[in-house]
């Protein structure tokens, strides 16, 4: 069955405090992988996507790396507007065009 | 207007009666969903459109009625339903590539309906 977990379930970071965020996939066959950012009381909005293992995308302070069984999210001095609760999600080969999501982290970042 | 809207952006029910969610797209995309978003639970895929045709999801209780007039307006209709069933529900859309190449696109989402059912 396939499978998204990410962890840690919440983070508190300092204002310029560098951390990563986790997310761990066991799919047959993956067809890529998206990072989305949801801000309270709002939709997800795509960040990345990452379709091979070893390869990186960067967005400001966001780095996304991806090997063969999970993806790494990035965060390089944060600032408080980058609290929000990140998603990761894989396209499996044998599920169409849908997506299979993770629970997501929630990120606080303190001022 | 661009992007995905979704009225209403909140809604409390009680359990007899009937409402319905909509969704609005101006991406030009082909393909419309329904997710369901529980509190520290994956997002749960509902229902998919996609190039005219519906892709349902076999666990999705009958109480939860979905209707594609078109490729930019969806519908999801409620009727009966149980507490359990509050949550936000998300639309989104993307473009899906007709022959399966295994092109990726994004989904856009919409800001969501947060439903109660009393």
């Known amino acids: 069955e396939d499978q998204v977990t990410q962890s840690p379930e919440a983070l508190r970071l300092q204002e310029g405090e560098s951390s990563s965020l986790n997310c761990s996939y066991t799919?047959?066959?993956?067809?890529?992988l998206f990072w989305y950012r949801q801000d309270p009381g709002k939709g997800p909005e795509f960040l990345f996507t990452?379709?091979?293992a070893g390869e990186e995308k960067e967005k400001e302070r966001l780095k996304a790396t991806l090997t063969k069984k999970e993806s790494f999210l990035h965060i390089t001095a944060p600032k408080p507007e980058d609290s929000a609760t990140y998603l990761c999600?894989?396209?499996?080969?044998?599920?169409?065009?849908?997506?299979?999501f993770g629970p997501g982290t929630r990120l606080s970042v303190l001022p | 207007e661009t992007g995905v809207t979704q009225t209403p952006r909140h809604l409390v029910m009680g359990m007899t009666n009937k409402k319905s969610l909509k969704c609005e797209q101006h991406?030009?995309?082909?393909?419309m969903y329904w997710y369901k978003q529980s509190a520290k639970k994956p997002l749960e895929l509902m229902f998919v459109?996609?190039?005219?045709?519906?892709?349902e999801n076999n666990s999705v209780p009958s109480r939860f009625s979905p209707e594609c007039p078109n490729s930019s307006h969806l519908f999801l209709h409620l009727h009966t339903l149980q507490p359990e069933d509050s949550a936000l529900y998300l639309c989104?859309?993307?473009?899906?590539?007709?022959?399966?190449?295994?092109?990726?696109?994004?989904?856009?989402f919409g800001s969501g309906t947060q439903l109660s059912v009393l």
């Open positions: 989104a859309s993307s473009h899906r590539d007709r022959w399966y190449r295994g092109i990726n696109e994004k989904l856009f």
């Open positions: 799919v047959s066959g993956l067809r890529g």
């Open positions: 990452l379709y091979s």
């Open positions: 999600a894989v396209q499996p080969d044998n599920y169409g065009q849908n997506f299979v």
């Open positions: 991406l030009g995309h082909n393909a």
């Open positions: 459109y996609s190039l005219e045709e519906r892709v």
